[in-house]
């Protein structure tokens, strides 16, 4: 049976590996006293020296000889083996009962498999070693871990002392893995192994953390969960993420067990200054959570030391109401303030991802919709099975986040209410260094005044947000159900400086401004596009660029393409979830109407997407199940724009074909920008297969993300990689009659784009007939792939009308109402 590593020194068992109390008088006054080994005993403890040493030498000679031993491996493994045995040898002899006992020579063995394991881990900060050897031995010293009980039992051997060296050769065990597998997951996981460590320290410092403790079976199933779950962690089954999530499950179930036996101890051997001591930190953490999360931004790149710097207003009211108040009425009080409080930390953090992701705060009426969107992108990303155990640690975290500050703030009301002259004193003192620093606008950093009202105005902000939203809400619905004078244009006169054309509307994913200007990645994309400006100009095509403001950010592409579609502002899924549902004019049903055959491409589009039929009415909807790729997968999705487009040219541009109005949406500069894949000769794309190999050979996202100007580079060379494809496809397709018209989506994350970037994307058109530019030169846009920061702006919205209008015949311009 396995022994609670957590149990202090003292403790007393039921044998080798189980532990109980035992109480026994002694003589307090007395030194203890040493009971020699007898005659017949020391053959036994002599042998077991013996045996220990060699079998040390044995084993790392055959770990050496198997798996590869280094010199750092043999000195930590000797020294381990001869520690453990000198330890059990010396324990014995000096014990009451000095005999080798058979469950010793149990405990023996697995120290000194132990010591290999020792070995081992002190190689593998030189050297990759053998998981194989690491694994199989740990394995075989858990699995000996729940015989020396038995053994102990059933020969009648099972001491005190035995459960000991059972505790400790378990806890060194478990040390040992934690020290190998935080190479791999981060320092955190020593905190495992460690553990034991710290409470016999602390246990010598305070005295009462050192009692014997009484037996817990929980206690033993947790040491069994350390060591199998830190051994798997260590045998390299588990991917990264799932391996970390297991780890920091059995560090919580280690912090269960830890905090009640140390909650026990206190409440059996904790003395008055103690408990006083205990009773200051409880409350100053109780003050700090509070404080904290009245006065902390809501915004990641506010979140500095200084902003906490701050007096809450919220508090010193929320204490001088708890002074005035009964006892009852103070509880209920102080209960349903620290659930607002906890309402308003929810609120706080959500504004934060918001911010993050899609640069814009949190909606309070339709803001949750969001969040269903953004999930299914991260379990299209990481899979649905560590979406989910991510989900639920989540949900665990916000409990346990809810509990803490409401546990808080009823006890801050408590002890106000129970040190009442002391807290009336310290609230006067605060409130007036409070109103001084009001009344001089005192800020230690901009828009955060030492005087804080921020928690009220976050509280007054979500109810304007609340209205604003309802007012939102009523005005676009006006808008949508509006009459459309483009909806009313006859075909005959619709598109018409556009017949016969290939026109293709091409989103590059994340394609935003800080792309091509003024960021650390930029140059690179700036050179790049200037080359295939003048690659495209030497086979005759001819290049202009302006600039979009986009309704999204860092995400939620589908706002930009029903915007830029439908001429209308489409800002969140709810106004997407309306639009869909209406039967709005859309550029695609204009092509349609004028005789083009139409087409949606997005390989990220699930099969079960009916949007396309339903609402933009395309004629043919491609999607990842149904172009025949056989390649590997990218970042979030499996296929790369060269196939995409490749696909598309072989499905729907072969010889004879029908005009065709298509939306392609290229998604290998999508978040997270890596695995990447690299361009192949066009004739050689196939059924993707070639691409095989290539994320193998590319960044995993894991290892990008670790540092935020990596995540820059990779996001710079996703761009570089689809622009590449999209231009040299140009070339390569040499379609004279092709109009493309290329643009972003939406700026990147707030990790690329920085924190308060613009919503503003490139736009550009390419076309080698010299009538396209001739019938858009009021546009004003400038030559080039690459717009300057004076080319002309417009909202995404507004391109749908522009565009009608003015390739159009000149009857339908003249016939549309100006709006």
Not at 237 to 262: K, Q
Not at 526 to 543: C, E, I, N
Not at 712 to 735: F, H
Request: glycine share 8%; net charge positive; with cysteine.
């Amino acid at each position: 049976m396995t022994a609670d590593p957590l149990s202090p020194r003292g403790m007393a068992a039921d044998g080798n590996g189980g532990a109980v109390r035992t109480i026994q008088p002694v003589d307090e006054g007395a030194p203890p006293a040493i009971r020699l080994a007898g005659k017949g005993a020391l053959p036994t403890i002599r042998l077991a020296t013996i045996l220990g040493l060699l079998a040390t030498a044995a084993l790392l000679g055959v770990v050496s000889a198997t798996a590869g031993l280094g010199v750092a491996g043999w000195i930590v493994g000797l020294a381990t083996g001869s520690a453990a045995t000198a330890l059990l040898v010396t324990a014995r002899m000096r014990s009451d009962q000095p005999a080798i006992h058979p469950a010793d020579w149990v405990t023996l063995t697995r120290a000194l498999l132990i010591a290999g394991v020792a070995g081992l881990v002190a190689d593998s900060f030189d050297r990759p070693v053998s998981v194989t050897a690491l694994v199989t031995l740990s394995t075989v010293a858990l699995v000996l871990d729940a015989v020396d009980g038995q053994v102990a039992r059933r020969t009648g051997s099972a001491t005190p002392l035995g459960a000991r060296l059972d505790c400790e050769v378990d806890a060194f065990l478990i040390l040992l893995l934690s020290i190998y597998v935080s190479q791999a997951y981060g320092g955190w996981v020593l905190i495992i192994g460690a553990a034991r460590y710290a409470l016999l320290l602390a246990g010598w410092l305070v005295p009462w953390l050192a009692a014997p403790l009484p037996p817990r079976y929980w206690g033993k199933v947790v040491a069994a969960v350390q060591g199998i779950v830190l051994t798997v962690a260590a045998s390299g089954l588990l991917d990264r993420l799932t391996g970390m999530i297991a780890v920091a499950a059995a560090l919580l179930l280690l912090a269960e067990s830890f905090g009640r036996n140390v909650i026990w101890l206190y409440r059996t051997g904790a003395g008055a200054r103690t408990r006083r001591a205990l009773r200051l930190a409880v409350t100053a953490a109780s003050v700090v959570i509070v404080w904290g999360v009245l006065v902390a931004p809501d915004r990641l790149s506010q979140l500095t030391p200084a902003a906490f710097a701050r007096i809450p207003v919220e508090g010193l009211v929320l204490v001088a109401i708890a002074l005035v108040l009964p006892a009852w009425p103070r509880r209920i009080v102080a209960a349903v303030a620290g659930i607002l409080f906890s309402l308003l930390t929810l609120v706080k953090i959500l504004n934060m991802a918001f911010y993050e992701q899609i640069g814009r705060p949190f909606n309070p009426v339709f803001g949750w919709v969001d969040i269903g969107p953004a999930v299914g992108v991260v379990r299209d990303t990481i899979g649905a099975t560590r979406t989910n155990i991510a989900l639920a640690a989540l949900w665990l975290g916000l409990i346990l986040l809810v509990g803490a500050i409401t546990a808080a703030t009823i006890h801050i009301t408590t002890a106000a209410a129970r040190h009442r002259r002391a807290t009336v004193r310290e609230l006067a003192a605060l409130t007036a260094v409070w109103a001084l620093c009001a009344g001089l606008s005192l800020q230690l950093v901009p828009k955060s005044p030492v005087a804080s009202t921020s928690a009220a105005g976050l509280v007054v902000a979500q109810v304007r947000n609340t209205q604003a939203a309802l007012r939102d809400e009523r005005s676009f619905e006006k808008a949508l159900h509006r009459s459309d004078p483009e909806a009313s244009v006859p075909a005959s006169d619709l598109l018409t400086g556009l017949r016969g054309k290939d026109v293709i509307i091409a989103f590059v994913e994340s394609y935003g401004q800080v792309a091509v200007r003024g960021t650390s990645f930029s140059p690179g994309i700036d050179a790049l596009l200037r080359q295939r400006t003048a690659s495209l100009a030497r086979a005759g095509w001819s290049t202009q660029s302006a600039w979009l403001t986009s309704p999204t950010f860092g995400g939620i592409s589908w706002l930009a393409h029903s915007t830029l579609q439908s001429g209308l502002w489409v800002n969140s899924t709810q106004r997407y979830g309306e639009l869909v549902a209406s039967s709005r004019f859309t550029l695609s049903d204009a092509f349609n109407k004028a005789g083009w055959h139409t087409v949606s491409d997005d390989p990220a589009d699930d099969p079960s997407w009916t949007v396309g039929k339903t609402f933009y009415h395309y004629d043919q909807v491609y999607n990842k199940d149904n172009v025949g790729y056989r390649g590997p997968t990218f970042n979030f999705l499996s296929t790369p724009d060269q196939y995409t487009l490749a696909k598309f040219q072989q499905l729907e541009l072969g010889p004879g074909h029908k005009p065709v109005m298509a939306q392609i949406d290229l998604e290998s500069s999508h978040i997270p920008w890596a695995p990447l894949a690299s361009m192949v000769p066009w004739n050689k794309v196939g059924n993707g297969s070639i691409f095989n190999g290539q994320p193998a050979r590319s960044e995993t996202a894991p290892t990008v993300w670790r540092n935020a100007n990596t995540v820059r580079q990779w996001y710079g060379r996703s761009i570089q990689y689809s622009m590449n494809v999209l231009t040299s496809w140009v070339t390569e397709l040499n379609d004279p009659n092709l109009v493309l018209i290329l643009l972003g989506d939406h700026q990147p994350h707030t990790i690329v784009s920085g924190p308060g970037a613009n919503h503003e994307v490139p736009i550009s058109i390419i076309a080698r007939d010299p009538s396209v530019f001739k019938q858009i030169a009021s546009w004003h846009w400038q030559d080039g792939l690459l717009p300057d920061r004076s080319a002309p702006l417009e909202p995404m919205d507004a391109f749908r009308n522009q565009f009608l209008s003015t390739f159009g015949t000149a009857s339908s311009q003249a016939a549309r109402p100006r709006q």
